[in-house]
């Protein structure tokens, strides 16, 4: 069901997409536009794991650099059936983690310094395992492109309210009053909480197969329950934007939130998130 969700939200994602091009310049503008978002998605599909691992200032560790994650990332990639990712360290006291890359041979995940502190060993196991199963759902390339979708769709929302203020188009060619406020109020709103929409559909699932690979969805509850308290509690991390949120395993701007915090949230509720891996967790134990 949340696949199926997936592929509903990115194709209206690129209709959006594909409209505000039309209101702007007709057939020729949706064609720009859809120009556009192929071009994107290639980008996003090639460059984007480079360009958010140095956005984040991240470092590549081996075993010997450090031993006990590369075994907790070696273990859990075996037993999903994945190719070993790269593993890096972020210098951040803030506890949190995020896996990147464009397919499972391409992949890399990546922790702070404050998780690895803050959690024991299963619970690391827990976090890592949900980010593995992002790796074997093919999450992160399905956010990256959506948020990068979404992006552009404000970006180009905001050149046409420049160009309503500077007159450079008529309510004729503009498609009207109406059409107006589609294109540059209503389409990136839209937009945006698609894009959160398909970020949080994709967390029940990579919590779910998380679960099953560290072997108890209660190391991954507790490890999630510390890193929403730090979440709630802490500074936002210092790098971290709203480009690069989605990927986190908790929100690392939760403490940001506004009143909308569930229509423009990345993540589902921790809470409800727990709730479901202690019923799992209850579930594989009534099974065993």
Same mark, same amino acid.
């Given at each position: 069901?949340?696949?199926?969700?997936?592929?509903?939200?990115?194709? $209206?994602?690129?209709?959006?997409?594909?409209?505000?091009?039309?209101?702007?310049?007709?057939?020729?503008?949706?064609?720009?536009?859809?120009?556009? %978002?192929?071009?994107?998605?290639?980008? %996003?599909?090639?460059?984007?794991?480079?360009?958010?691992?140095?956005?984040?200032?991240?470092?590549?560790?081996?075993?010997?650099?450090?031993?006990? $994650?590369?075994?907790?990332?070696?273990?859990?990639?075996?037993?999903?059936? $994945?190719?070993?990712?790269?593993?890096?360290?972020?210098?951040?006291?803030?506890?949190?983690?995020?896996?990147?890359?464009?397919?499972?041979?391409?992949?890399?995940?990546?922790?702070?310094?404050?998780?690895? *502190?803050?959690?024991?060993?299963?619970?690391?196991?827990?976090? $890592?395992?949900?980010?593995?199963?992002?790796? *074997?759902?093919?999450?992160?390339?399905?956010?990256?492109?959506?948020?990068?979708?979404?992006?552009?769709?404000?970006?180009?929302?905001?050149?046409?309210?420049?160009?309503?203020?500077?007159?450079?188009?008529?309510? +004729? +060619?503009?498609?009207?009053?109406?059409?107006?406020?589609?294109?540059?109020?209503?389409?990136?709103?839209?937009?945006?909480?698609?894009?959160?929409?398909?970020?949080?559909?994709?967390?029940?699932?990579?919590?779910?197969?998380?679960?099953?690979?560290?072997?108890?969805?209660?190391?991954?509850?507790?490890?999630?329950?510390?890193?929403?308290?730090?979440?709630?509690?802490?500074?936002?991390?210092?790098?971290?934007?709203?480009?690069?949120?989605?990927?986190?395993?908790?929100?690392?701007?939760?403490?940001?939130?506004?009143?909308?915090?569930?229509?423009?949230?990345?993540?589902?509720?921790?809470?409800?998130?727990?709730?479901?891996?202690? +019923?799992?967790?209850?579930?594989?134990?009534?099974?065993?």
């Amino acid at each position: 069901m949340n696949i199926f969700k997936t592929v509903i939200l990115m194709a $209206l994602l690129s209709g959006i997409m594909i409209a505000v091009g039309g209101s702007l310049g007709g057939s020729y503008g949706a064609g720009i536009m859809l120009i556009i %978002s192929l071009g994107m998605n290639f980008f %996003s599909y090639w460059f984007s794991d480079t360009i958010v691992l140095k956005s984040y200032n991240a470092r590549e560790v081996t075993a010997n650099d450090a031993p006990q $994650l590369y075994e907790i990332v070696s273990n859990l990639a075996r037993k999903a059936d $994945l190719p070993m990712p790269k593993v890096y360290i972020i210098d951040s006291e803030v506890p949190n983690a995020f896996a990147t890359g464009r397919n499972p041979s391409h992949a890399a995940v990546a922790v702070t310094t404050g998780i690895m *502190k803050v959690l024991d060993y299963n619970e690391i196991s827990g976090v $890592l395992g949900h980010e593995l199963a992002h790796v *074997k759902h093919r999450d992160i390339l399905t956010g990256t492109i959506a948020a990068a979708m979404a992006s552009v769709i404000s970006m180009v929302a905001q050149i046409a309210q420049w160009g309503a203020i500077f007159g450079s188009r008529s309510d +004729e +060619e503009n498609g009207g009053g109406l059409g107006f406020l589609v294109t540059a109020i209503v389409a990136p709103i839209a937009a945006t909480i698609i894009q959160l929409a398909i970020s949080r559909s994709r967390e029940y699932d990579a919590d779910k197969t998380g679960g099953e690979l560290c072997g108890n969805p209660n190391y991954l509850a507790s490890a999630l329950e510390k890193i929403e308290y730090y979440a709630q509690h802490s500074a936002p991390m210092p790098q971290a934007g709203t480009a690069t949120a989605h990927m986190f395993i908790v929100n690392p701007l939760e403490n940001a939130k506004t009143v909308f915090k569930n229509l423009f949230s990345t993540h589902p509720p921790t809470a409800e998130r727990i709730a479901k891996l202690h +019923e799992q967790s209850l579930k594989l134990s009534a099974g065993r």
